[in-house]
């Protein structure tokens, strides 16, 4: 047996570590296997394989215990995330959320983490909206002269767009729109005969709005690739977050693990809790992490060239906070002090619904997991009254009302209306941006601890006048499309944002263009250890108003790709 | 579509490019754990509870709510999902209903007939809106009827169908009334 120079065993050393098999972990593990290193895998929850560990992904409404509703007991153990009216609410979904009883952290304002510890991580249960950056959301911090510049810009990045749209199967239509540019797309999901009339409505009414397909990750035509993966076509079930047999949706256990898994260079290690990097104070570079196990509770250390943090924006942000140096203090591995700031989020919960009382003879066929998309228009085409920067819509006219509607009597009458269809349903539901402000931040409490010793979370963020003006014309402008359609019984809805409810929380280890500036260089590089990436959410320099989980997978690639090759020239 | 038809559909689809073996599929198709037992309500309320289920959906060339195990299904949830002040609100409404048929009937509401029945919930349920209250007990009692019988096994293979992998998407089906809907 080969003992190393600090007298561990060789066999928990690798060349390289990735710390989370989200999204974004699961790329960087295809990634580095695929270029031939040998890669850890660590994830801190439990296994989930694919397909065989989806247990309800076969099951009937009636084969569920309460039909799919959450019991009173099983939501006392996700009170925290059930305060968002979704995710844990549903009996069919709720075992890949985390119980907030095992997994406390501190709001000092509200703040909802959803948070899924298992393989895959929120891959499984993610919203599958994938849309593109474009230029000028690269250059919006620049521009407006807030929190720090992008260090990249789009033309850096569309390669790898197209790299990850090619292997993940995006759906969606061309429509070569500035703002929002195209992917390489497999073919649209149809829109519903309701959202034909609205996007007529809509598109000649205002010059600068658009109703689109919505862009998300389900393959519609696979390829060849994809095939090969045991990825099919959707079956229009829209029972996605319950794990899908057919790998028909993105997820790092249908697709990339499964790569990664092929190359034979992946070691994936369940239940280690990474809770900090060991840090060369000689090298100024991290040698490897410290990881607790999760069921045994028992520390352990393991090793490599260079380590990907992939365990999600607060996760990751904490481990580099817990980083104890000499060389960087207390604070963490950074000296610019903007490690922890600038936390962001997609305000949502805002825009207007109602019901469509034309197209009546027409009516829907299979559950279609997507929706229409409203690409930005406000500060493009159209001025936003006391803000900057923008929102899209999601949402549309899915389908027709049907047995849950309110109908009033009984009997053979009753059921006569109960069992058939009644007007579409539509609605239009704003995603905002959130702007970057050095005062939303997270740190670690110094005295809470977790059951595994590690530092609690706090959080304490909120929103601005920016945020709240946005979303008047969130809700108006909603209520006005859904009018022009002559949609009836309009209705619009409105909350105060809170941090988190997005599910994308973002920012906290901000790439920038400086070491003074931000906590990461323009290839997700920690300027204070620059054989350490991360590439999760935590690096977004700012928001923009679009799901952001197409763009952490572009940007994994590309710093794989460069970790790789600054390895091979001996710079890490 | 049953289950069964379903796993068949999977590998039809698939064939060979299934990333599992069938028998994977067959084994997420088994029911999960049902040995809940409802325990909440007295032999009365049930009895009362049936009787009003029947008549929000009663049987017609299609099962009616007790042939679909609406009320079996209706205690689970309404013992299990429901916080204490929602239960109250339907299991003093259960109570309160026989109480009132025997003073201005001399009949529990199970034993009158169901024309009858249907008059008194009518009336229960225009002043119930006539008074605008919020989650009273028809209209909590209607909504849950209504989702169990949705998502029993025999409404949603009788009243409707519910395909558990559609296979295709269209935006624009044709539909006239009558027509059987999918859930």
């Not at chain 1, 759906?171 to 390489?184: A, R, T």
Request: charged share 25%; glycine share 10%; with cysteine.
């Amino acid at each position: 047996m080969q003992i190393n120079h600090n007298g561990v065993v060789a066999e928990n050393t690798y060349d390289a570590i990735v710390v989370g098999s989200g999204i974004s972990g699961g790329w960087a593990a295809k990634e580095l296997t695929e270029k031939g290193l040998k890669v850890l895998v660590l994830e801190r929850g439990r296994d989930l394989r694919h397909v065989v560990d989806y247990q309800t992904t076969m099951s009937m409404p009636w084969d569920l215990p309460h039909q799919g509703k959450s019991s009173e007991e099983s939501l006392k153990q996700q009170s925290v995330q059930a305060r968002t009216g979704y995710t844990v609410q549903n009996e069919a979904t709720a075992y890949l959320f985390v119980k907030d009883t095992e997994h406390p952290y501190i709001e000092k304002r509200r703040f909802d983490w959803m948070r899924g510890y298992h393989k895959g991580g929120r891959s499984i249960t993610w919203g599958k909206q994938s849309y593109r950056w474009s230029q000028m959301d690269f250059e919006a911090n620049a521009k407006d002269g807030i929190a720090t510049p992008w260090p990249v810009n789009y033309d850096e990045i569309a390669p790898w767009y197209s790299y990850v749209e090619r292997y993940v199967g995006v759906s969606g239509s061309v429509e070569n729109l500035p703002q929002l540019p195209d992917s390489d797309f497999q073919p649209a999901m149809d829109l519903t005969a309701a959202e034909k009339v609205l996007k007529r409505a809509v598109e000649s009414k205002w010059k600068g709005r658009k109703i689109i397909p919505g862009r998300a990750a389900h393959l519609t035509a696979p390829t060849q690739e994809q095939l090969a993966l045991g990825r099919g076509k959707c079956q229009y079930r829209n029972l996605c977050s319950r794990g899908c047999p057919y790998g028909a949706y993105f997820s790092s256990n249908g697709a990339t693990l499964i790569s990664a898994e092929r190359t034979g260079n992946m070691t994936f290690r369940p239940h280690s809790i990474v809770g900090s990097l060991i840090y060369d104070e000689a090298t100024g570079k991290a040698k490897g992490v410290n990881v607790i196990d999760e069921v045994s509770k028992q520390p352990m250390e393991f090793f490599a060239k260079i380590i990907f943090l992939n365990a999600s924006c607060i996760a990751s942000t904490s481990i580099l906070m817990n980083t104890k140096t000499q060389r960087y203090g207390a604070a963490g591995l950074d000296e610019s002090g903007s490690l922890g700031r600038y936390l962001m989020d997609h305000h949502l919960g805002v825009g207007a619904s109602g019901i469509f009382e034309g197209e009546l003879d027409k009516t829907t066929f299979g559950r279609r997991p997507n929706g229409v998309y409203v690409p930005r228009y406000r500060n493009l085409h159209e001025e936003g009254k006391g803000y900057i920067r923008g929102f899209g819509y999601q949402g549309g006219a899915a389908g027709r009302q049907g047995w849950s509607r309110d109908i009033m009597g009984f009997g053979e009458d009753f059921k006569k209306q109960y069992t058939s269809l009644g007007p579409w349903s539509v609605n239009l539901g704003g995603f905002g941006e959130w702007l970057p402000y050095k005062d939303n931040m997270m740190f670690l409490s110094p005295d809470k601890k977790d059951q595994w010793g590690l530092p609690q979370v706090v959080v304490d963020a909120g929103y601005t006048s920016n945020e709240v003006n946005m979303r008047k014309d969130m809700m108006n402008d909603a209520a006005e499309m859904l009018e022009a359609m002559g949609a009836k019984n309009i209705t619009t809805n409105t909350s105060e944002p809170a941090l988190g409810l997005g599910i994308h929380e973002m920012g906290t280890a901000r790439m920038g263009t400086d070491r003074k500036n931000s906590v990461l260089n323009k290839w997700n590089q920690v300027w204070a250890a620059p054989n350490v990436f991360v590439t999760d959410g935590a690096f977004m320099t700012s928001a923009n108003c679009v799901n952001p989980s197409l763009t952490y997978m572009a940007f994994t690639a590309r710093a794989a790709d460069y970790a790789v090759s600054e390895l091979k020239k001996g710079n890490l | 579509m049953q289950r069964r038809e379903a796993v068949k559909i999977f590998t039809a689809v698939f064939g060979a490019s299934l990333a599992v073996p069938e028998t994977v599929f067959a084994r997420l198709a088994e029911p999960m754990d049902m040995g809940i037992k409802p325990t909440l309500l007295s032999s009365k309320q049930r009895k009362t509870l049936a009787a009003v289920a029947e008549c929000i959906i009663p049987k017609t060339d299609t099962p009616g709510a007790i042939e679909a195990g609406v009320p079996r299904w209706f205690e689970i949830l309404l013992q299990d999902c429901y916080k204490p002040d929602a239960q109250k609100v339907i299991m003093d409404g259960l109570t309160n209903l026989d109480a009132e048929c025997k003073t201005k009937h001399g009949s529990t509401f199970a034993k009158l007939k169901m024309p009858q029945q249907i008059e008194i919930l009518t009336a229960m349920e225009k002043a119930e809106r006539d008074a605008n209250v919020r989650g009273g007990f028809i209209r909590a009692t209607k909504d849950l009827v209504k989702s169990c019988y949705a998502n029993s096994e025999v409404g949603a293979s009788t009243a409707f169908e519910y395909q558990l992998a559609p296979g295709r998407w269209s935006g624009e089906e044709l539909y006239k009334m009558g027509d059987k809907i999918y859930l």
